[in-house]
């Protein structure tokens, strides 16, 4: 198990590099300047430009601007915003809380609700119920979550006036119910047809039979028996959903106006402010690839059958 | 990671339960026969068959539906007139947006950007994917870790956020950079489902056969293994391509993907949050046309699905 | 000992509580499947039944009903799409097709228990088997878990699992077949049943081991004094276990016997080619009987005896009328105590 848990970790280094240098290098290799974003319409002495990018670093080989932003970093330094002069750190420490709570809103929402709807149907597969659920799951699925977001924002702020429109700058909680209800929709209709299709699944498998027959009641056949088994994917769904939601925030972030990690990405980007938009990359990466670790450790937990090579 | 674990990948969504097409000894029929006999019976297929039928039809011939200018504007006549549901087909019939054009005739004519951003990068997605994948599955070993790796870091960076990133770097976002970009991040989960579902396959007995008897890897991976491991393929490919119509509208709603003047629901969508108080049907229609489009492929998914895998019924 | 009865419409005497009635009884049962294609009259008009001590083995090919009506016995047949639209099943004379759920649950585990055919799909392959042991006593006695986790080794020692204490929290994957098999039994026997139903349980095991397991069964329920019903496709497995015999065919009760008599002299033709297809040493040489043709469908019953188009010696009145299960009797006419067939010839078949 540690040895296991060690090579996973020397395994994340290279995906971690990997995906830093994937968006570093999308960020700057491409068309578009942030220096002459910055000056936006004027027009702008050139000399003026290139003795800014040379103190920026932006003049250097991509491969030296990102050795560079590996090495800063290490030390806890994820760079400078060109246009304010503000530390990134102090903007994702600033932004990322709000995300991760709009998050963790959404996946409570996404696991409570969907692993019940899961079981509620899985339970009397092909019937109503089932159906019914089968045609919810697919609407969630096909809307996409802006316009989810949208009908969630008319209804309930226009219409009925039970929320404001725009969160916030403090987003209390409350506020966040709604934007994470939106952005855990789909993530929901997906839990919910995994937990679906694996308990349905499971309550075929002969060692349920063999549960009815040890004369044990329901709620321990279903609690125990049934739930141990069925969780087993849902649970390494959920773990990469976690990363997920926090991208997909970027989107109900927008609707909502929470002024959140998509926010600020959002606003990073438009700018080209390259080092905020590959700092909170990165930190979503890291999320992902650390949730995907715990699950496949929870994994050997649920399922004794996985052995670690 | 864990030998189990590779072969149900942890990412690979909710979607890709169980892949391994059932082969079925003794039975006349072939897996796709089997399956082609139960799609033609599930009102699944037959609904989501229907509306991509329509759906396919509007975006190549987009004239049959309506006679309407979809970029012409008549702003005096008609700044946000509110449809008229009962004048089917007819161009006020989804009422006009803030630009006085009519709101039928671009969702019409939507359709084809729309669509013809998902086709072609589910077509991209597939063909890297499954070459990614079969590879991988297939060859293990060091390229093996390396595809795998490399599908691993693709896969860490968010899908919506990647293609931000990739997007507002373009000045001029054409149909075709939009396409690249959503291709360019998107065929990891192919490749992952590709490369479980060799996995599988490989251990085949016929495999197996095929290599005693001395066929060349090229013929075996084309002849063996492709058509048995391609049935999960299809499945989260088109499951996929629903996913990228909202994609695709996702983006332009951020205002980073298609742009005016290209006509698609996912411009006409952006521009009508503008309006979402006082004239919420501008944004509306354009959202349902997406949901539906989305729907129809989703459920034809789940329909292929259905017949290949008869296990998840 | 014992007598199944005779025919399916004469009532044998209602069984009582006291010991020396029979421990269950089942009679005139029928199970339907309701299907996409049509109902599946997977059992139609069984009658057996079982003392305390004795084995009964109920012979048949897949799909004769012979795993259907024990799991109508045990009550775990899936309704739906299964239902019994007639019958009873008499425990201790109660009718348990008449108990309520919670009733018949206090039965399950306790009083009857089961053993079943593929011990790593029928144990729950996350739970250690100790935990699996453990909660019949948890459950039913309301043991701790410490408690139930010493009962659970003591169980496991007594079907002869090496080692029972170091392994008492491995996991079912972790065992070999016919350690996984003494488990299943190691389970069944927890709470001391009165009864156990075994549906083929030593199916999926090497022949080696296949004998180790029945000689265990065999010993269990000699030192307990339970009634034992072995279902099998096997009579290879039966000979040296069972007291009585009830072959099974299209969901009824073909013929039954005292388990050695069968092998002399059968008396349904359908038991005697089952005989005639075993290979034998003596016969080294010579080409392997088999019946001819496939079992019926059973959404389409063949009309009058089932087995009338397989049969060799079948004539007109097979193909019309469903033959009843009727004593047996030697040529003179004394009866043969526990001897039973279901076919219009019998007496061609056994004395002929």
């Known amino acids: 198990m540690g040895r296991y848990v060690a090579r996973r970790l020397l395994q994340m280094i290279p995906v971690f590099l990997g995906s830093t240098l994937l968006v570093f290098s999308m960020m700057y290799a491409l068309p578009g300047d942030p220096v002459r974003a910055l000056a936006g319409e004027q027009t702008v002495d050139p000399q003026q430009i290139a003795a800014m990018k040379k103190e920026l670093g932006l003049d250097l080989p991509l491969w030296h601007q990102y050795w560079n932003y590996l090495v800063g970093l290490f030390q806890g330094d994820f760079g400078t915003q060109i246009a304010s002069g503000r530390p990134v750190a102090d903007i994702i420490s600033e932004a990322f809380p709000i995300t991760v709570r709009l998050a963790l809103f959404a996946f409570i929402f996404t696991v409570v609700v969907g692993i019940s709807m899961g079981v509620f149907a899985g339970l009397k597969a092909d019937t109503l119920r089932d159906r019914g659920l089968l045609v919810l799951t697919l609407l969630l699925i096909s809307v996409p979550s802006f316009v989810l977001g949208f009908l969630g924002q008319y209804f309930f702020a226009f219409q009925l006036g039970w929320v404001q429109p725009n969160v916030s700058l403090e987003a209390s909680s409350d506020e966040l119910i709604l934007p994470a209800v939106v952005l855990g929709s789909l993530s929901l209709a997906y839990v919910a047809r995994l937990t679906r299709t694996s308990v349905a699944e499971n309550l075929r498998s002969d060692y349920m039979r063999t549960a009815v027959a040890k004369g044990l009641p329901r709620r321990r056949i279903v609690g125990v028996h049934l739930m141990r088994n069925s969780m087993i994917p849902v649970v390494t769904f959920l773990g990469t959903d976690l990363g997920a939601l926090l991208g997909g925030a970027v989107v109900t972030e927008g609707i909502f106006n929470v002024k959140g990690v998509g926010y600020n990405v959002f606003d990073a980007l438009r700018h080209r402010e390259g080092a905020t938009v590959v700092g909170i990359v990165t930190l979503i990466v890291v999320v992902y690839l650390v949730a995907s670790l715990v699950v496949d450790l929870l994994y050997a937990v649920l399922d004794p059958r996985i052995r670690y090579a | ?313 | 000992m014992t007598i199944i009865d005779k025919t399916a419409d004469v009532p044998a005497p209602r069984g009582s509580n006291d010991e020396s009635g029979p421990l269950l009884e089942v009679r005139d049962l029928h199970v339907e499947f309701h299907t996409r294609d049509g109902v599946a009259k997977a059992v139609n008009g069984v009658n057996y039944s079982v003392s305390a001590g004795e084995t009964l083995a109920v012979l048949g090919e897949s799909g004769s009903g012979k795993s259907v009506t024990a799991q109508a016995v045990m009550g775990i047949l899936d309704m739906p799409p299964g239902r019994i639209p007639k019958g009873e099943i008499f425990f201790r004379g109660q009718d348990m097709l008449k108990m309520s759920n919670e009733e018949r649950r206090q039965i399950r585990g306790q009083k009857i228990a089961m053993i079943f055919q593929d011990a790593l799909s029928s144990l729950n392959p996350v739970l250690s088997v100790g935990y699996q042991l453990g909660e019949m006593f948890r459950v039913h006695q309301g043991l701790s878990k410490k408690d139930a986790k010493a009962k659970a080794i003591a169980l496991m020692d007594r079907v002869r699992i090496p080692a029972a204490k170091e392994r008492v929290n491995d996991y079912p994957h972790m065992f070999s077949g016919g350690m996984r098999q003494r488990i299943m039994i190691a389970m069944a026997l927890a709470l001391e049943p009165d009864l156990i139903i075994a549906d083929e349980p030593t199916t999926a095991l090497d022949v080696t081991v296949q004998a180790q397991v029945m000689d265990l069964l065999a010993e269990l329920q000699r030192d307990f004094n339970m009634g034992l019903i072995l279902i099998t496709h096997d009579l290879g497995v039966v000979a040296d276990v069972a007291d009585k015999i009830a072959v099974m065919y299209a969901g009824r009760i073909v013929e039954t016997a005292p388990v050695h008599e069968i092998y002399k002299r059968p008396a349904h033709p359908y038991t005697k080619g089952l005989l005639e297809s075993i290979p034998r040493l003596d016969q080294k040489g010579q080409e392997l009987y088999a019946i001819k043709g496939l079992p019926p469908n059973l959404l389409h019953v063949p009309s009058g005896c089932a087995f009338n188009p397989r049969c060799t010696m079948a004539q007109d009145i097979c193909r019309t009328e469903v033959p009843a299960l009727r004593p047996v009797t030697e040529q003179d006419g004394t009866e043969l105590v526990g001897r039973g067939s279901a076919c219009h010839f019998w007496k061609e078949t056994i004395h002929g």
């Open chain 2, 1 to 313: 990671m864990p030998e189990t674990l590779k072969e149900t990948p942890a990412g690979t969504s909710a979607e890709v339960t169980a892949p391994a097409p059932a082969a079925k000894v003794g039975k006349p029929r072939s897996l796709w026969s089997d399956a082609w006999h139960d799609l033609r019976r599930s009102p699944l297929f037959v609904v989501s068959a229907v509306l991509i039928f329509f759906l396919l039809v509007m975006a190549i011939a987009p004239g049959l539906f309506t006679g309407a200018d979809p970029r012409y504007a008549d702003l005096a006549n008609h700044y946000l007139q509110k449809p008229k549901w009962g004048n089917f087909f007819q161009e006020d019939w989804f009422g006009y947006d803030i630009q006085g054009r009519s709101i039928y005739a671009r969702v019409v004519y939507g359709a084809r950007a729309s669509i013809m951003v998902a086709v072609i990068v589910t077509a991209l997605v597939t063909i890297l994917g499954t070459v990614v994948g079969m590879l991988a599955g297939y060859f293990g070993g060091w390229i093996d870790t390396i595809l795998s790796r490399v599908t691993d870091i693709f896969f860490g960076v968010p899908f919506i956020l990647g293609a931000m990133v990739v997007l507002t770097s373009f000045e001029e976002r054409k149909i075709w950079v939009v396409i690249l970009a959503l291709a360019f991040l998107g065929w990891t989960q192919i490749a992952r489902v590709a490369r479980g579902s060799v996995l599988t396959i490989k251990q085949a007995d016929y495999v197996m056969a095929a290599k005693a008897l001395g066929a060349s890897t090229t013929r075996i991976l084309l002849r063996h293994i492709l058509p048995n491991a391609i049935a999960p393929v299809i499945v989260v490919a088109t499951i996929a391509l629903g996913g990228y119509i909202s994609a695709e509208a996702t983006l332009s709603f951020l205002g980073i993907g298609l742009a005016e003047p290209t006509v698609s629901w996912g411009v006409d969508i952006s521009s009508g949050q503008e309006q979402l108080r006082n004239a919420a049907f501008v944004l509306i229609i354009p959202s349902v046309m997406v949901s539906i489009t989305v729907l129809a492929f989703i459920m034809l998914g789940d329909a292929v699905r259905n017949a290949l895998d008869p296990k998840l019924r």
